[in-house]
């Protein structure tokens, strides 16, 4: 029978399973054959304890689970519940609210959030820029929207924010397109656990604001902040003042998610939260987004988002929370500095990790270190620049035994680059 | 200061309240001032109780809550749970299951499932077919992602679905047309209480199968059952078995959903299921259905996807989820009973109604009428053509009492038609 196909050109895509679903999938599997204390299962982006078991945070769970049934059974609005909304921006501001008009709107997740920014803010064709070192979505979402993801050098060669290769790629792009969508993952960026300092951020908005020299460019930048309760204190959130009193061809989308802050990545309740000195954009903003919705998903998960609001008119409650999620943070630091710790002693380059939950390595042939790596019962996922290690799933003890393997698997597959001919070490061609 | 857009004009919407939430704020608010018995709110489009609160199926909800943490809080595969993923074929399907290739992929609830089949089989521009009664997203999902909606008449003079209007419409489409989406709403349409009988489905086949005969056009009938388990028995799933044996450019994509089936619309989790002579148009499906995930929500809510699998896998639970199901539905054929009758006595003409949640009444000037009813403390939802009354959230009593208020009010709207000149009816300007 011949392979008859339906989907539209653009629309197609190749099967396969997941990278890192399958990579995690194997490391079940090792961990079945040899026990789970000899294998290292680095794949898992979610907080897990030291056992391999999710780590829940209960506080939040059991709200959750005590709202009353309609509130998890019923549908809710378009552009979610109002008072998640205001939740929402509480949530994201902390103490460092903008000064400028500001709204939300409900999203699955922060997914949801990247989706309705490039759909709503870039033409067909453009190119949504971000960093080299990028989540793989970030170029899923650009793609499969019709977009093309490009990107600027993220480290500079003292480790730090590039500021150079993003002004010359941000201004490169905007000659030619009348919209600039910008996807900047700090702090705790995924997944190199970078975080720009406050003076890193002073120069991005600077940049922007030259952006915006010529008023009809329009720049948006969307600032995912999925990691930043675990990033920190709630002096993190300080760049967020910057979002103030900005050229009004400039908007800020903030993407808040309930995913990691209150480990509820699978109820899929996150918000879109703009930022602009223009009152008329942010009604645009969610007039449009609210539509947006109704055409892909319809309406967010409303339990999840009926917590959020309990949780900003519940004082203990969101003691409750914030308790919890410091034991978790401080797991997560301590993981984070063991593995740092053994990658100096281990002389294991790394990117610069400030927070968050991967660490990620630059490596030559990441896909053949990350099968060296198996064969050693550690791992990890490859990316097109380096592996990434999910500290975020590892316990201390294990962090700590890691980076020494994998510089080992590093050399291996580097010396399968020389042949010795003639006496001499030469480069396999 | 000036209006700054920021947003692509193609996605530029104007603002406003939805419809429906906006007429059952003001409902409320007229139940808060003059008595709840005093108001009939005919507008929520949920299955209430007869004191206007949220009917839950308990069985459904205290197994959701009795799910492990994890279950809950992890993050669900892209594509879904595997095992969610076979319960919602079995769910679907029942004892009809088609002969064919079959897959599933998860979405949030059906919209989901609209957006991928829209966003995937057809092309950018493509008119996308429904009935004139329709329910309002379908133009939304279809606008929103840069299609059109075009509609046939779905009754013909004797009350039934219209096929030659159907033949007629779908032949001129694909005309023009590579790819051809229908999207057709049976059982308990979703206005008008529509089913199609057995020998109506066979009819639409029938046509399908004709307008398959060029092969190099792809048909996909996007079949959407989203009140299937509010309509009649397991043998209401018989048209089902059509799917089996169809052309292999014909491709059935069926959007299931947990959303009235366990009443938990609020966790967001349905399934488009896709039917398929061939099995690389179904293997193209899950590929290309599971990026789309990935690009704009990326997955589901697992806690919802597990209770699915969880009711598949034990058979006590499901017995009880189908008696507790069994006395909402007789609860609902109570009520559209009622108001069938009293609308045989009152004179009010209704589409043809066989089961689900809504009535629809033909009128002219809907929105005139609606305002009217709102007068006489009745909330209902103005269609293009008519009127939407929603039997699922209104009592018995109520519902035997509102045909001749409607009746009237239509009278009403209808005498300001007329004027008195010289002593003669005359129709006004």
Known sequence: MSEISFVTPKCRYPGGDDKIFGANARANQKSGEIGFENVINATVGALLNDDGSLSVMKSAMNHFRSLPDAEISAYAPIAGLPEFRDAAIKACFGDYRPD??????????????????????????????????????????????????????????????????????????????????????????????????????????????????????????????????????????????????????????????????????????????????????????????????RGTWSNGTRGAQKLLADVYADENLKAEIEWERAYYKTLLEERATSFQKASKEAGLETCPYRHGFFVAIPCDKPNEVAEELENRNIYAVALQKGLRFAVCSVSKDKCAKAPKIIKDAIITVESRKWKVESGKWKEKD
Chains 1, 2 share one sequence.
């Open 100 to 293: 400028a008009h500001i709204e939300a709107v409900a999203t699955p997740g922060g997914s949801g959030a990247i989706r309705n920014t490039i759909w709503n803010y870039s033409d067909p064709g453009d190119a949504i820029l971000t960093s080299d070192w990028y989540w793989g979505p970030y170029d899923t979402q650009s793609t499969v929207n019709g977009r093309r993801l490009e990107t600027y050098k993220l480290f500079n060669d003292s480790d730090e924010f590039n500021i150079d290769a993003f002004r010359e790629k941000s201004a490169e792009l905007v000659e030619t397109q009348d919209r600039l969508v910008i996807l900047l993952n700090s702090p705790a960026h995924n997944p190199t656990g970078y975080s720009l300092t406050d003076k890193e951020w002073e120069s991005v908005m600077g940049t922007i604001n030259k952006l915006a020299e010529n008023p009809d460019k329009r720049i948006v930048l969307f600032a995912d902040i999925a990691y930043i309760d675990f990033a920190g204190d709630g002096s993190s959130r300080g760049f967020m003042k910057l979002f103030g009193s900005l050229p009004e061809n400039v908007l800020v989308i903030v993407a808040y998610s309930m995913s990691k802050a209150f480990t509820l990545y699978g109820l899929r309740s996150g918000a879109m939260i703009c930022v602009s000195s223009n009152k008329y954009a942010t009604e645009e903003f969610f007039n449009s987004c609210q539509v947006a919705n």
